[in-house]
């Protein structure tokens, strides 16, 4: 997989081959999707809204920042909401079942966003595979929920949803534009004619889409969290930032817009970390991501920093997923 990621973004010889494969996919993910719409595969529907916050694409587009954000939002409205998601497990035959995700939890267990999630305390966290049932299970364990949102799954379509958002990564947007395995697009880009709303995650936002950007300046150190410091309290350290997400890219620049200069390694997306990946020698600082952290804590030390970030979107897109559920 990784080493087709190189193809979804340029057109190569090997399209001749992958092209046509690419084609069969789309038929089918549109035949799936007809059947669910029109009814001929049922999707249960709850008392409470859904809402989905996924993407078209393979690869971190900032939908956990976005589900975050908007779960304060709600919050801030007077909303009691609850988060589901898949989790992202090392053993396809282990946690099937619906479970709520504690904050001291590993993320072997849960994955590392549904983690990152839980530990930032908004409302409840569940995860499982079958996501109509994890909505089933958390509404049972917290009757207070008045709504739902799903961190990705838009292409889950047995779960039924009142409101979507996805989700672009604001740099790569949709590849060569071309769907898997040929390109990086799981739906059409035509899919998103069809969604309540459309946010961009860093570059410019075009007409009818909410621009968003990651936010962060300040790290906390992952062995003792109290400690917390500036960027400038870093800068002309000796640092090496690490990054096993969907686009490390984002995060390296990040860095690099609060003055830090880093060598940089990235690893592939969920990445699960050793102490061996971090022995790095005449360092003073490893800097790091809040998704990664949760993956580092176990062997942490005081050169361990993390640095936490925030979504920043117009206000807007709450209200309009709030007019739309409350319709």
């Known amino acids: 997989m990784e080493r087709l990621q190189h193809h979804w973004y340029v057109i190569t010889p090997l399209h001749l081959l992958l092209y046509p494969v690419s084609l069969i996919f789309r038929a089918l993910v549109s035949l799936r999707r007809f059947l669910y719409r029109s009814g001929a595969i049922a999707s249960p529907k709850f008392h409470v809204p859904i809402v989905i916050i996924g993407n078209i694409s393979v690869g971190g587009t900032g939908k956990t920042p976005l589900t975050l954000w908007l779960t304060q939002q709600l919050i801030d ?17 282990t946690n099937t079942l619906p479970r709520y995700v504690n904050a001291d939890d590993s993320s072997d267990e849960v994955g590392d966003e549904p983690l990152l999630m839980a530990q930032r305390k908004l409302c409840p966290v569940w995860i499982g595979r079958d996501r109509p049932a994890v909505a089933s299970a958390l ?61 961009v995650n860093g570059g410019e936002a075009q007409a009818n889409e909410f621009g968003m950007q990651l936010q962060g300046t300040r790290f906390h150190n992952l062995l003792n969290p109290e400690i917390v410091v ?81 979504a920043q979107v117009d206000p807007a897109l709450a209200q309009l997923i709030i007019k739309k559920v409350t319709r």
């Open 139 to 199: 509404l049972l364990a917290h009757p207070e929920c008045d709504i739902i949102l799903s961190d990705d799954g838009l292409q889950h379509y047995r779960l039924h949803r009142d409101a979507e958002i996805v989700v672009i990564d604001g740099a790569r947007r949709f590849g060569n534009g071309l769907l898997l395995p040929a390109g990086p697009l799981r739906e059409p880009a035509s899919r998103l004619n069809d969604v309540d709303a459309i946010v």
């Open 77 to 93: 409205d007077g909303w009691h909401p609850g988060i589901i998601s898949r989790g992202y497990r090392k053993s396809k035959h």
């Open 230 to 310: 500036s960027a400038d309290a870093l800068a002309g350290q000796r640092l090496h930032a690490i990054a096993g997400i969907g686009h490390p890219k984002r995060f390296f620049d990040h860095l690099q817009q609060l003055g830090l200069q880093c060598t940089t390694q990235a690893f592939s997306d969920h990445h699960d970390f050793t102490a061996s990946d971090l022995d790095f020698d005449d360092v003073d600082a490893i800097l790091m991501t809040e998704k990664d952290a949760v993956k580092c804590a176990a062997f942490a030390t005081k050169k361990h920093w993390v640095l936490r970030v925030d």
